[in-house]
Structures are given as C-alpha cells and as structure tokens.
C-alpha cells in the first residue's frame, strides 16, 4: 500500500438518499422475508458461528463429516475438518436422484442463435464421460488443469469434470493472449489443457486453439491438449498431444465415481483482474468454497425452482465460478449460458435473450448498464422484460444514476437490485442486500450477508466512526475465504493480512453510514489527496455520471504544487453529446453542485473509451499515469482489454 494512505479518513462527499423497497407480495415469498429475520440470522451467526456454518453445511452431501467447523489460525483456516465431499456431486448426482433429474440446468444459446438445453441428467452424464477422458489422459488428484475455451455447456463440463476426478482447474479466459495463457499455464504448471477450436465474437470466429499451440511452445508441464470441436474453424492437431474431446467422450464410460475429496483439497486456482496491479493466482478449496457458493447465491439470488436465472459473467471471473458454474447447480437452478458479446448483432440482444428465454434473474456488471444506457432506452423497451423479477450487479461501485437507469428502465420498478460486493478472494458475495429483506440505497452495497463481519477502520485497526472514509476489512474468517496466493505464500501475507492488524485487508476503501449500511469508496490505491482532504473516486465519478451527457467517468489525480494534487476526470459522452469546452465547464459545474467545490475536477478530458480489464473494470492506475504526462504505462497490463483505448488517450495527451 503506497505511504500516502497510510491515514486514509477519506471524506465522503455523496449525497445519495433515496431509499428503495421490495414489494410486500416479492419479500413474503422469499427465503429472508424481512429484516428482522436478516437480523435474526446475522446474530445467529455471530453468536455461534460454528452451529450457524455447520447448520448450513448439513445441507450438503458429505462422504464423511467433519470433526470440526473451523480452525482459524491467521491468516490460515481450515473449514469442514476431517470431512470429506465432492462439489461435482453436490452440483449433479444429488439433483438427478430427484424429480430435478428432467429439469433444465442450462439452456444455451450461441452467438448464432443455435440453442441447446441440458437437463441435470443429461449434464451429469457429459460430466462423467469427460471426467473418464480425463482419467484416461492421466489426470489424477490433486493435477492442475488449465481451461481456455467460450462460454458454452462444455466449459462448465470441463470445471464440473475435473472437479469431479479431483483435479485443480485454473480457468484462464479466452480472450486472453497466448503469453497471458503461457504465464497462468506455467505457473500452475498444469499437465493438460483443455480448450475449444474456436469462439464466436462480435461475428468473428477468434481461433483459440492457434492462441493454445502458441502458448505451449513454452510449456512443458502440459502432455495434453483436449480440443472441443464448436466453430469448426482449421486447426492444427499435434500428434500424440492434441485429442478431440467429442473422440474420446465418444469412447468413455458414463459411469465415473465421484472422487472423495477432503474439505480443504484444493479446487482451483482464479487469477484476479489486474486492475490493481499484477494478477494474483487465488486458491479455493473444496468444502468452504462448496457451502459458501450454495449459500449465499440461494439467499443473494432468492434462488426458486421456477426461476431463469442469467449470469452475464464468463466463466473465466470469479462471478463465473460461483455464480454460474457452482452456485446454480447446487441449487438445482435452471440458467441461461450464453456464448457471445450481449450487444451483437445489436443493442438488443441482451433484453431479446430475456424475452424469449423468459429470464426472471439477471445478474450483470456496471460496465455493461453503463454502456447500454450510453445506447439509449429504445433498445430495452422494444422488448417484453415481465418475466424479471430481480436485478443483479457486480464488478465495480454501480454509479447511483446507473442504478436508478437500471431499476426504472430494466426493471420497470418492479426488481430489486442485489449490488454485490466482493472479490476473487472472498469466494463469494459479502455484502450485498437480500432482496425481500433489505431497502436498497442506490449505490450502496447495503449490508454483510449473515455470517459475514466486515468492519472500516484506520491504518491501527481502530473503527472508523459513521460515514467516515477508512479501509475494509473482514474480521473473522468465513468458508470461501482463500487459502493462498498460488505458490506464492509471501504475497499472500504481504497483500492482505499485513496492513491492517489482525484482520482481511480487501484494498477496499468504504465508509458505513448511520444505519450500518456500506458504500464502497473505490480501491485504497486510487484514493486522491486534494488540499488535505482524502477522496475516494467513486463518489465524485457518480457525480459525473449523473450528469445528463455523460455515460462513465474515472477520476485520476496527478500532484499539484498548491493543492497536493489535482484532480483530472476522463470521460466518456452518450451518443449526440459533443465534447468541448462548454461541456466541460458545465461538468466542473456540476459535480461542484453536486458535492461541493472540493471534488472540482481541474481537467476534464473527453475519451472515446476508457481503459478496461477484460473483466470490465476501469483501469485507474493507468490513467493515473497518463494524467501523470507518462507515455509509457508502467506496470502489468497483460489484463487490458484494448490496448487503442489507452493509446487514444496517450494521443490526446500530447495535444
Ligand atoms: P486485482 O486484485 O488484480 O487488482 P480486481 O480487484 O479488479 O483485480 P476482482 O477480484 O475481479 O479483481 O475484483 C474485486 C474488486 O472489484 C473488489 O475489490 C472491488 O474493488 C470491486 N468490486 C466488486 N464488486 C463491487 C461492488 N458491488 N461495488 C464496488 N466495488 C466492487
Ligand atoms: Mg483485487
């Protein structure tokens, strides 16, 4: 953590009041029906956090149970102890024995329009079969397997696969480069490789297999490479290395055993975003990671049998994990995979895919809301969205303007929305709202989930008083925390339980107001120092948002002699909105009414895009740096998504 935040204090300058409720008739059919159950529950949990887990954990298949429910030594905990489990098993064979056996766990549909359905027993027999291609290639135990395919049905087989044998998946995205896919593969040094030929985006067949065979020329843990055949494209396969899966799937027993793991087996290795600063290869373990993904996505999502539940999110993010692979299957929940870009081959694929597979929950990201509010209202209202009953968000702080969009036009007011707060490492969703039971405050991620103790302190551990700006942090251990930094034990200590005594230090800056509710105020990195005062970038960004031509904006400060430093605001405009000077000094304006003339950005600059992760988040430390006058970005940057985005505004720069 850089020196200057050492004291944070950061201010907060948002004035957001609104409060929003679910209907009576939403809260009384759901599973967390009021607040006064949530307060029920959480002091439950705090009361005997070993009754509350264990209760929940009963819900689960065990092979065997376990001795104890947590031993929590900081920073390592163990959870589930002694026990043994399969979360393939959990997410399928317990379902199939059931009348959920005929029940859609997954409608797909690709790029193209093709679709498919996959009851849980037609998912469980691919998950068998392609779990006995992997024995057969050799994977064993306890094997790292990378996986670099499309959103599809055989992505989740592949994880469920592996899972099921064992073996540790370490998803890598596929969109990312051969040199990306090399680094994550060697740093697992996982034995196999399992990819598709191709995936479709924005009409283009991308050619991962090339992207795999380029990445393997360095190396040489891998000995095999599992093709799945989606696009058809040309292929190179290498002999003795390279098989097809539907050749060898085509020869597999349906019958492949759930290997018993214990509760703290590894289950995979997730690299973080790179928004902060080199990817981190997060570990998550069996048992925890099982309950915690079953938990909180039943009472986060209000999960119902009858529900279409769509998770926008890739399989290759955290949100892809839990809140699509496992989370969902666990609880027997029918979804929506889809395999392309949601605004292709219009603005209106993403309401199209809900009108027709009648979503009822859909769980998206801010980038996205911003961008389709950017593409005008006319695109949602085209479309009959009566089936959505609740709204999802992840990813970064949801500008309250976004949220309100989001609510009204979306939702027709009728959906709550879950603002989910939580990380790569937290396994699962911390703080967010449940949705029959708390009133929502645009912009607010509202309130831990039972079981959950996260607090906002300063540098010394010591509470920060209400509304006060500090660090986040989560005081007691919870299942789906992570283990590890993927062989790296050092950074593990170093980045999150080395700043702040006695505690999980998120990188989070947030404040709590007077009713105990959490606004996250950006990451601690980015917080500017402006005349003494310490802001958190969020706030003054949802300032600009809510300005009428504005779609994003991100907040970047360079030093400045009098002030400490200056504020510069890179923003992007809606459509029929022009960027010049009068704009600008209406915007200053703005977000002086808005907040106050200390947030006042000193320049305004206009950007066609912003940089972003893959995963869709904004980059502040690269725009740190051009604010800066650096032509050459430091850092990582093996997660930007689009390397003209920054180069646009580097050319802006020399203007
Ligand atoms: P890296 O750790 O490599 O810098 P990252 O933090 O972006 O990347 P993720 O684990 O994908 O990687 O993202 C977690 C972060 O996303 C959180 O720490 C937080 O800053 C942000 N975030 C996620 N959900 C929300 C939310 N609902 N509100 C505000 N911020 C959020
Ligand atoms: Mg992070």
């Known amino acids: 953590m850089a020196k200057q935040q050492e004291n944070m204090g950061m201010d907060s300058v948002l004035k957001e009041k609104r409060i929003f409720k679910a209907s009576v008739q939403f809260s009384k059919k759901s599973h967390v029906p009021s607040m006064v159950a949530y307060d ?125 044998v064992g073996a540790v998946h370490s998803v890598v995205f596929g969109g990312f480069s051969s040199t990306a896919l090399a680094d994550r593969i060697n740093d697992a040094k996982a034995k196999a490789v399992i990819c598709s030929d191709g995936v479709s985006r924005r009409g283009n067949v991308i050619d991962l297999k090339k992207v795999v065979d380029d990445a393997l020329v360095n190396c040489p843990s891998v000995l095999n490479v599992i093709v799945f055949q989606r696009s058809n494209n040309a292929v190179s396969m290498v002999e003795g290395r390279d098989h097809w899966w539907h050749e060898l799937a085509a020869l597999a027993s349906v019958d492949c055993p759930a290997e018993k793991m214990s509760s703290e087996d590894p289950l995979f290795i997730l690299y973080t975003s790179g928004s902060t600063g080199k990817p981190k290869g997060i570990m998550h373990t069996t048992g925890g990671y099982m309950v915690y993904a079953g938990y909180s996505h039943k009472h986060v999502f209000d999960i119902k049998d009858e529900d279409v539940y769509w998770c926008t999110a890739d ?253 510069v605001a890179f923003v992007t405009l809606k459509s029929g909105y022009h960027g010049d000077s009068d704009l600008k000094h209406e915007l200053q304006n703005h977000v002086v009414k808005e907040i106050g003339s200390i947030a006042r950005p000193d320049e305004i600059r206009f950007a066609e895009a912003l940089p972003k992760t893959r995963s869709g988040k904004i980059m502040r430390r690269l725009l740190r740096e051009i604010a800066n006058g650096n032509m050459n970005v430091s850092g990582d940057t093996s997660t930007l998504e689009d390397f003209s985005a920054l180069e646009k505004l580097r050319v802006h720069d020399d203007e």
């Not at 029920?40 to 009754?51: I, L, Q, T």
């Not at 709550?416 to 967010?432: A, L």
């Not at 607010?444 to 302190?457: C, E, F, H, N, Q």
């Open 40 to 164: 029920k529950m959480y002091k439950a949990a705090e009361k005997s956090p070993d009754k509350f887990w264990g209760d929940i954990a009963k819900n689960f298949f065990w092979f065997k149970t376990w001795k104890k429910v947590v031993n929590w030594k900081n920073p390592d905990a163990q959870w589930f102890i002694g026990a043994q489990t399969n979360i393939c098993y959990n997410a399928l064979d317990v379902h199939v024995g059931t009348w959920r056996a005929n029940k859609a766990a997954i409608i797909f549909e690709g790029e193209h329009g093709d679709q498919a359905v996959y009851t849980y027993s037609q998912l469980h027999r691919e998950v068998c079969k392609f779990a006995n291609v992997l024995k057969r290639r050799g994977i064993e135990k306890g094997d790292r397997v990378a996986i670099y395919m499309g959103m599809s049905p055989q992505l989740m087989i592949a994880l469920l696969a592996c899972a099921r």
């Open 315 to 567: 399989v290759g993010w955290i949100t892809g994990h839990t809140y699509v692979t496992y989370g969902p299957l666990l609880n027997g929940a029918t979804q929506v995979i889809y395999e392309g870009a949601v605004n292709y081959p219009d603005w209106g694929r993403i309401w199209d895919i809900i009108e027709r597979h009648k979503v009822t929950i859909l769980y998206t990201a801010p980038t996205a809301i911003r961008s389709f509010i950017r593409a005008g209202d006319e695109w949602v209202n085209k479309h009959n969205l009566s089936t959505l009953r609740l709204l999802g968000t992840v990813g970064e702080p949801i500008n309250p303007e976004a949220w309100i969009w989001y609510y009204n036009v979306v939702g027709k007011k009728k959906c709550p929305i879950v603002d989910t707060w939580w990380q790569t490492e937290t396994g699962g969703i911390m703080i967010s709202p449940l949705p029959g039971a708390t009133p929502m405050k645009p912009g607010s991620a509202t309130k831990p989930l039972p079981g959950i103790s996260v607090s906002i302190v300063k540098k010394d551990g010591s509470p920060c008083k209400a509304n006060e700006g500090g660090f986040l942090v989560i005081t007691k251990p919870w299942p789906s925390m992570l283990r590890d930094v993927y062989g790296d034990r050092d950074r593990f200590v170093k980045t999150y339980w080395s700043d702040i005594p006695g505690a999980y230090f998120t990188g989070d800056g947030a404040r709590r107001d007077k009713e105990g509710y959490v606004w996250i105020m950006g990451r601690v990195d980015d917080v500017v120092n402006i005349s003494g005062h310490r802001l958190g970038t969020s706030e003054i960004e949802s300032a600009l948002v809510s300005h009428e031509a504005v779609a994003e904006a991100a907040i970047a400060s360079r030093p400045d002699e009098i002030k400490g430093n200056s504020l």
